[in-house]
């Protein structure tokens, strides 16, 4: 039983792919439209299917209901647009000229009108007389397809989405175009306008999201955290909320004014082609082409951010020299301040376009990467920024503190590393990597810098004068990061080629290489005593070598994500970071009678889900009927009168 999260209801399983989904006005009706052709519509209260249509020969593209409930109007590849009536099932096309298919639908908000897309045009029309009455095209028209079509809430405006990556405004009335939204890298697929209709929200195969002001067309915020192209996008009904999906298979909740990740809902097999709220805002629903209807409570979702974790991947964690909570950054822009003992989070601080952390030996300031190309340091006491330094052309990967705290180090994709003094704007430049520098790091005595590339070498920097010492090279691949040992002696280093090279600073000698990872490694680490090195990956394992004999001690599997980041907190102690969002503490243990060790987890952060295989769990109560069904459905066998879950060894997909 995989994923099971906190705030999931029950899915809705669907004959084939998801294409398009619609509430009614009053909530009472969920209509669903298929790849088959083929329309659904469920009574909310009970789930039940009370219609099913299938005039469309082809896969329906979109689907709408009118603001009064009682149409719904539907469009397909078969390259017709039909009006369903919900009481009798009865439907009439749209005698539409054009050859193309009919891509996208949308009522205007009196529901006299609907507007469909075909290809680069859109044709509003009148839905009593079935007449064309209004084509938005022309020399100010999109110059590729049109993916998405809505009307503003008062009816004055239609928001049309295109290829040709711009959003554009069009007069409802008069068709004469108004403005254009530029800004997105890609396509555009869907657009959605805010119930007070100031506010547009576009989402695009550059996998982002971004929220515009309507009038001045200025872009307020580009919501970035999807790995793939997000296809829909929808507000909340109070406006303050915006959620996405698409091809990653995710789900994202975000805050309209901040910008930020709220809630990633994962569950999905397969892309989400369509997102939308509940009438009362209380549910996001989610269909996808896993042929499944996902449900999710928002309320819940929200809630349970905060004591939880991070609601996007932990991309970087840090412990003090001189002792303090753990310092985790995540691509949910929070910096989250841990308790060492009890994994409480004692402190979230937002950090916006956060890539990368450093602490400063004595724990009392953090050092911050962006992808604004900035590094920025932060009081950790109150949270705010009390430097902030520019220079760099391209995003900052990697930040350092000397251990004299007087300087720090950063990385950037703009292939130099930069050396910034602390109190004042005095700064060096270190050139000689010929690709995208992903991390530093200062030697104990802080005479040296070692920075990691893309180049696939390492190089060693001495601080004082900016010269390059050594140039280490025995990578194929992208170095992501570079560890000194704890006397200053060797230097760790660990790539995308799957393997981990130890190397003597004295002479710039490889003394070993060291391989087990069956994928990329991304992070490394000395112990305190320097005897052990830990180091994480892709293949979401965290591997504990022996450094004077090169053998791999410990192999801690069973993460859900790729490892991001390794700290020691003292000689046996682990702190990791995955790009699910959690962050795990581990106390690593020498057995007595035998040369060998084992990890013992002590805390772990949640993100939001339940993961179980072979396990029974006895005197379940409080179970409502959702929680039932959800766990049925994702792989549970309740037994002894719902007293005991028990779940089988192979997940139940």
Known sequence: MTKVQFGEYPFLPVDDVVQSCAYSSDGKLFAV??????????????????????????????????????????????????????????????????????????????????????????????????????????????????????YSPDGQQIATASMDHTVRIWNATTGVFSHELTGHAGGVWSVAYSPLGNQIA????????????????????????????????????????????????????????????????????????????????????????????????????????????????????????????????????????????????????????????????????????????????????????????????????GVAYSPRGDQVASASLDHTVRLWNVLDDEYSVLTGHTN??????????????????????????????STCRHVLMGHHLLVWEAAFSPRGDQLASCSQDQTICVWNLETGGRLSVLTGHTSGVCCVAYSPSGDMLASGGFDKTIRLWDVATGKCRVVIRNFQDTILGVAWLGEGQLV?????????????????????????????????????????MHDVRGLTSINKQLLMQRGGNLSDGIKTLIVSDHDKK
């Not at 329906?60 to 590849?77: D, E, K």
């Not at 749209?94 to 680069?120: C, H, N």
């Not at 002001?213 to 307020?220: A, I």
């Not at 690593?588 to 949640?606: G, N, R």
């Open 436 to 465: 995208s520098v992903a991390n530093v790091a200062y030697s104990p005595n802080g005479e040296w810098v070692a920075s990691s590339s893309k180049d696939s070498t390492v190089r060693i920097w001495d601080v004082a004068t």
């Open 33 to 150: 439209g298929l790849s088959t052709g083929s329309i659904h519509v469920y009574a909310t209260s009970n789930w039940e299917k009370v219609r099913t249509w299938s005039d469309h020969v082809h896969s329906i593209r979109s689907i709408a209901f009118s603001p009064t409930g009682n149409r719904i109007a539907s469009s397909s590849t078969d390259r017709t647009a039909r009006l369903w009536d919900v009481e009798s099932g009865e439907s009439q096309h749209l005698p539409i000229k054009q050859s193309s298919e009919v891509v996208r639908i949308a009522f205007s908000p009196r529901g006299d009108q609907v507007a469909l897309v075909i290809s680069t045009t859109v044709e509003v029309w009148d839905v009593a007389t079935k007449d064309c009455i209004l084509t938005l095209s022309g020399d100010n028209g999109h110059r590729d397809s049109i993916m998405g079509v809505v």
């Open 202 to 397: 576009s989402s695009s195969s550059d996998n982002t999201v971004r929220l515009w002001d309507v009038k001045s067309g200025e872009c307020l915020h580009v919501l970035s955290g999807h790995d793939n192209q997000v296809y829909a996008v929808a507000y909340s009904p109070n406006g303050q909320q915006v959620v996405s999906g698409g091809l990653d298979a995710t789900v994202r909740l975000w805050d309209v004014e901040s910008g930020s990740c709220r809630q990633l809902f994962t569950g999905h097999g397969d892309a989400v082609t369509c997102v939308l709220f509940s009438k009362n805002g209380e549910q996001i629903a989610s269909g996808s082409a896993d042929t499944t209807i996902r449900f999710w409570d928002v309320s819940t979702g929200t809630s349970r951010l905060a004591p939880s974790g991070h609601s996007a991947g932990v991309q970087s964690i840090k412990y003090p020299y001189e002792g303090g909570p753990i310092a985790s950054g995540g691509f949910d822009d929070t910096l989250r301040l841990w308790d060492v003992e009890t994994g409480a989070c004692n402190r979230t601080l937002r950090i916006p376009n956060v890539s990368c952390l450093a602490y400063s030996r004595q724990g009392d300031q953090i050092a911050s990467g962006g992808y604004d190309n900035s590094v920025r340091l932060w009081d950790v006491q109150s949270g705010t920024c009390q430097r902030t330094f520019t220079g760099h052309t391209k995003h900052v990967f």
């Open 576 to 616: 990791a970071g995955s790009a699910d969002g959690s962050v795990h503490k581990w106390q690593i243990v020498k057995e007595a009678a035998a040369d060998q060790y084992h990890a013992s987890l002590q805390w772990c952060t949640t993100n939001g889900s339940l993961n179980v295989t072979g396990a029974s």
